[in-house]
């Protein structure tokens, strides 16, 4: 089982079935806690359609057609992550065709070229890691399955980052599990089959693909071209923290905080379940706490919202749980402790819906409001 322990505080964590051939859509094991997956959180492409509350097929079994789906918002590459996906191939070895591709690109609600292409070919800036099930001899496609991590919608190999390695027929009507982690210290992109790492790649992604933005996209394609199968992907289970803005806390903030509004600071995120807050959330902080020794004649409420995952009790004590962190934090940094008012308020005030990972990502939250408390 992957475990992410190096950011504790951006776990992203997938289950993908992925049914290449014939469709079975069963329940797959369980990779940490994450809420329910719902294919509202997801744009998708061309001829995909849902076939149920978590499951899309991609393309049918016709030639020339192509899907992709999307996950509507982007994942951030400064931290590190991992994902796992179980995949069916389909039954037939030989016929079948073309293969699917897992993306990261700049942008989103995208399809690249059919057939040959996997909906991958022609996406730029990007990076895909293939399971290609069909021969291409002027791609130089090895015979057979092959796994290659490719750049730029590029299918030629002579672009590969990394291989093509030949895998054994995965064409074989059984659940391959499939995974993807990225570790951001060493800038390493590992790729696993049946829990051995069967591709790998280091080097900056963001600067060398992505021309310095960390913020991508992820999404899944497959085509079909002169020959075809069915493709079908199932989300099981989605654990995933949203990438943030680095200025989250700028001067038109600082503006609308001294006016009294209240505002949800999105970089200030916890560890999973618990009550400590994660290292990137420091910045922001010490620009809150600067804020407020810069304005002595100002309070500073903080108040505390989740999503409605759990009871309402617990909910609303880790909420006030949570903007106690924050209070003791800029306590410890000199602001004044009676100047300081906290509230935790639990799952009783959305933003948005609770139905969707997107949606409860956005109401687990810490607002604050500065306000003079002679007026
Ligand atoms: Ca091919
Ligand atoms: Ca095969």
Not at 220 to 235: D, K, L, P
């Amino acid at each position: 089982m992957f475990q992410n322990r190096s950011c504790p505080g951006f776990r992203t964590l997938v289950i993908l079935t992925i049914i290449l051939g014939t469709y079975i859509c069963r329940p797959t094991a369980l990779w940490g806690q994450g809420a329910t997956v719902s294919l509202q959180d997801f744009v998708a492409n061309g001829n995909t359609i849902p076939l149920s509350d978590h499951c899309v097929r991609l393309t049918p079994a016709e030639d020339w057609s192509s899907g992709s789906i999307w996950y509507k918002e982007s994942i951030d590459l400064t931290f590190s992550f991992e994902m796992e996906l179980n995949i069916m191939f389909g039954c037939d070895d030989e016929s079948g065709a073309d293969g699917i591709v897992f993306v990261f690109a700049d942008t989103r609600d995208v399809l690249g070229y059919q057939g040959e292409g996997m909906g991958f070919s022609g996406l730029q800036p990007s990076l895909g890691i293939e399971v290609d099930t069909w021969e291409n001899d002027h791609l130089a496609d090895p015979w057979q399955d092959h796994i290659a991590i490719l750049q730029h919608g590029h299918v030629h190999h002579y672009y590969n980052l990394a291989g093509p390695e030949r895998i054994e027929n995965v064409e074989d009507c059984e659940l391959h599990q499939f995974g993807i982690s990225w570790d951001h210290t060493s800038k390493r992109l590992s790729v696993q089959l049946d829990g051995e790492e069967r591709i790998a790649y280091t080097g900056d992604i963001t600067e060398q693909i992505f021309a310095g933005n960390p913020h991508v996209y992820w999404g899944i394609t497959a085509a079909t071209g002169r020959y075809n199968n069915r493709h079908e992907v199932c989300f099981e289970k989605l654990d995933f923290d949203l990438a943030i803005d680095e200025l989250v806390f700028n001067k038109a903030l600082e503006g609308q905080l001294i006016r009294g509004d209240a505002i949800v600071l999105e970089s200030i995120q916890f560890e999973d379940g618990s009550t400590s807050i994660s290292k990137r959330s420091f910045p922001d902080l010490y620009r809150l706490m600067n804020l407020m020794k810069a304005n002595p004649g100002l309070d500073l409420r903080i108040n505390g919202h989740t999503d409605s995952d759990g009871s309402e009790f617990i909910n609303e004590k880790l909420s006030r749980l949570r903007a106690l962190a924050v209070a003791k934090f800029l306590s410890q940094q000199g602001v004044e402790k009676n100047r300081i008012h906290v509230k935790g308020y639990g799952e009783k005030y959305p933003l948005a819906t609770n139905d969707t990972s997107i949606g409860r990502m956005k109401n687990r939250r810490i607002e604050v409001q500065l306000y003079n408390p002679r007026t």
